[in-house]
């Protein structure tokens, strides 16, 4: 092989190659936004005070827009808690009310099946009551 293509091959090896793993690890469309960037800050002339500030208010305008979907999810999402905090409060209510209405705890509520065994377990599981003498 010849100098130069010992050189060209090393280079490859040693530059080419960590680079395009370096570029591979942080993202290809990152890595080509940065470019850009650069390329534009290097080559493009004095930008108008118009422009600048036209981008600065774009720039804004989406975060706002973002602010905006953050705090409607939040609302959803606290509607939702309080909606389920309060028929929570209704099934406790109703679990205590049937609670002290029937002592024996074989009272079924309907919003939470398996909650409270069935007269019939609950027979099974306890004597019967005995008999005055």
């Not at 092989?1 to 395009?20: D, K, N, Q, S, T």
Request: hydrophobic share 45%; net charge positive; charged share 25%.
């Amino acid at each position: 092989m010849g100098f130069l293509e010992v050189v060209i091959v090393r280079l490859l090896l040693w530059v080419a190659l960590p680079l395009a793993l370096l570029v591979l690890a942080i993202g290809p469309k990152r890595v080509g936004g940065w470019l850009r960037g650069f390329w534009g800050w290097l080559w493009n002339k004095r930008q108008e005070p118009e422009a600048i500030l036209t981008q600065v208010v774009r720039a804004h305008e989406k975060h706002i827009e973002a602010l905006r979907t953050a705090l409607a999810r939040s609302e959803a999402a606290e509607r939702d808690i309080i909606r389920n905090v309060r028929k929570s409060d209704e099934i406790i209510t109703a679990l205590q009310e049937e609670a002290l209405q029937d002592p024996s705890g074989t009272a079924r509520h309907p919003e939470l099946p398996g909650t409270a065994r069935s007269a019939a377990s609950a027979r099974h599981r306890r004597p019967p009551p005995a008999a005055p003498a």
